[in-house]
């Protein structure tokens, strides 16, 4: 093929690399229609474009040499060490990409556009192509130049990378362009600095959702590779909600509440998992009897007086339901004295007035039957 003056050079010492993948399709450019295809083909197809791929149509692959920033050259004709994918070159003159390599160099299979605006050649032994072009000079392979970094939403922890687990972050490097490997959030479910992590989505650098699969699979895309592409796994944490009952005067944890609409015998034998920013219900139980006293739910242990609410919880948290008793027992005597809170209540403005204890002797050893509540 001839050689001609070209329009557009893709050599990197004029056009950066990401000039290069400008138009986000490598290695296609603008076009000269006057000058020569092999190199724009051989290049397109050592980046994985097929023949007149509507990614990088025929009109954009004229170029006049590999560029040296994405390929590195190996020199001589004896082309030792060659492998599918590489580009063989022909001196200034001609460039045709591997197809199948073979242990004899002159049974290559390689694929190439033989001149300006031909057609494409698949399968073409080298020995054809020596013929045409003559020795060969060299190859150019493409290099590792991208790296991904895989990291999670939280400082440290464990991130899987094509099936090991490694640090986070964890950055895969001297990876080719549109490499694809599979990546985990391998930290789902596990214990790290005292929470629980809950897995719920890939984000990538630019803050877009990429994936909402715990194990997914990526692909190099960015066309810049000095700018990583980056993969965080989003976590939520899961927060231990404790829920206690206070009965005042004495104590403990005992009696019965409600939970999500279900009741629950306290204490329960593990706490309630609530994953941010969910919300958890309760329902502190009034007149309940402990020890043969009534007790009635007052407030909750932050000052709350509904005895059925919503929490959201933004940590591990024990909610508490106070709970007062109806009278108040002295010792002293044969008998205890029983002390009854009787105050006047104003119903126009639901209002108590103070405290007024009455007292009165009783037997706390006396079995209260049902209907004999005292009100």
């Known amino acids: 093929m001839m050689r001609t003056i070209i329009l557009l050079m893709i050599n990197l ?6 000039d290069l993948f400008a138009q986000h399709i490598p290695p296609c450019q603008g076009n000269a229609h006057s000058t020569s295809i092999c190199w724009g083909y051989a290049t397109g197809r050592a980046f994985g474009r097929s023949w007149n791929d509507s990614r990088c149509p025929l009109n954009t692959l004229y170029f006049t040499g590999i560029s040296t920033t994405l390929f590195h050259f190996n020199e001589g004709a004896s ?25 004899n160099p002159l049974d290559f299979k390689v694929d190439q556009v033989p001149n300006i605006n031909g057609p494409e050649q698949t399968n073409v032994s080298l020995s054809d192509a020596i013929d045409d072009y003559g020795q060969p000079t060299g190859y150019y392979r493409e290099k590792k130049l991208w790296s991904v970094t895989v990291q ?18 964890y950055t895969e490097s001297e990876l080719y362009w549109e490499s694809t490997f599979n990546i985990d959030a391998v930290m789902d479910g596990r214990l ?7 897995f ?32 965080t796994a989003i976590f939520r ?20 509440i409600k939970v999500n609409g279900q009741q629950y015998t306290l204490p329960t034998s593990q706490p309630f998992q609530v ?36 929490f959201t919880p933004t940590d591990h948290t024990t909610y508490i339901a106070n709970t007062d008793y109806e009278y108040v027992i002295t010792g002293g005597y044969t008998h205890d004295l ?5 105050r006047a209540y104003y119903s126009n403005e639901g209002s108590f007035a103070d405290p007024n204890y009455v007292s009165a002797f009783g037997r706390l050893d006396v079995k209260i039957m049902a209907g004999d509540a005292i009100n």
């Open 79 to 103: 082309l030792s060490g060659i492998s599918a994918g590489d580009i063989v070159v022909f001196g200034a003159v001609h460039a045709a990409y591997v197809r199948t390599p073979h242990s």
């Open 275 to 310: 994953v941010e920013p969910n919300s958890i219900t309760a329902e502190a139980i009034s007149g309940q009897v402990y020890n043969y006293i009534i007790y009635a739910f007052t407030q909750w242990s932050d000052g709350n007086t509904s005895y059925s609410r919503t």
């Open 200 to 231: 719920v989505k890939w984000l990538q650098d630019d803050g877009s959702d990429y994936n909402t699969s715990k194990s997914t699979t990526i692909t190099i895309t960015k066309y810049n590779f000095s700018e990583p592409e980056d993969y």
């Open 13 to 18: 010492t004029i056009f950066g690399a990401a």
């Open 152 to 169: 999670n939403s939280f400082t440290g922890g464990k991130v899987g990378v094509n099936g090991t687990e490694w640090d986070s972050p």
């Open 237 to 256: 944490k899961e927060f231990n909600i404790t829920f206690q009952n206070n009965f005042i005067g004495v104590g403990g944890n005992a009696g019965i």
């Open 338 to 342: 029983v002390q009854y809170d009787v």
């Open 192 to 198: 790290h600095d005292n929470y629980i992590r809950r």
